[in-house]
């Protein structure tokens, strides 16, 4: 059964830092997907970032420029480097794996989550 396990999480002041990272372990197939997602309260599941099959990185409009994701090797560990960080960011933050090809950071395409990890961003 594949496992994700977040880390990082914190609580930080604005124009601070922060890094994610996601240990991804029994994935048994050498075709994937990988993605950060985050959840506001009362707010619905969003995409962040995402590093698709062949290694391209996506990121949402409101992560640009200030969100960087990465993975390393040889075990599935993925990261997420948050800069500037702004109030609205706070949230639970989850990595996801899929099978595959996927580009998308709508949430319905992704299958395989981890438990997330808390951000918060005061001002």
């Known amino acids: 059964q594949v496992q994700l396990v977040e880390s990082g999480g914190g609580s930080v002041q604005a124009g601070e830092s922060l890094r994610l990272s996601c240990v991804i372990s029994?994935?048994?197939?050498?075709?994937?997907?990988v993605g950060w997602f985050r959840q506001a309260p009362g707010k619905e599941r969003e995409g962040v970032a995402l590093?698709?099959?062949?290694?391209?990185?996506k990121y949402a409009d409101s992560v640009k420029g200030r969100f960087t994701i990465s993975k390393g090797s040889p075990e599935i560990t993925l990261y997420l480097q948050m800069d500037s960080l702004k109030p609205e960011d706070s949230a639970t933050y989850y990595c996801?794996?899929?099978?595959?090809?996927?580009?998308?950071?709508?949430?319905?395409?992704?299958?395989?989550w981890g438990q997330g990890t808390q951000v918060t961003v005061s001002s």
């Open positions: 590093i698709d099959e062949i290694g391209r990185a």
């Open positions: 996801a794996v899929a099978y595959g090809m996927v580009t998308a950071l709508d949430p319905s395409y992704w299958k395989r």
């Open positions: 029994e994935w048994k197939y050498t075709t994937y997907s």
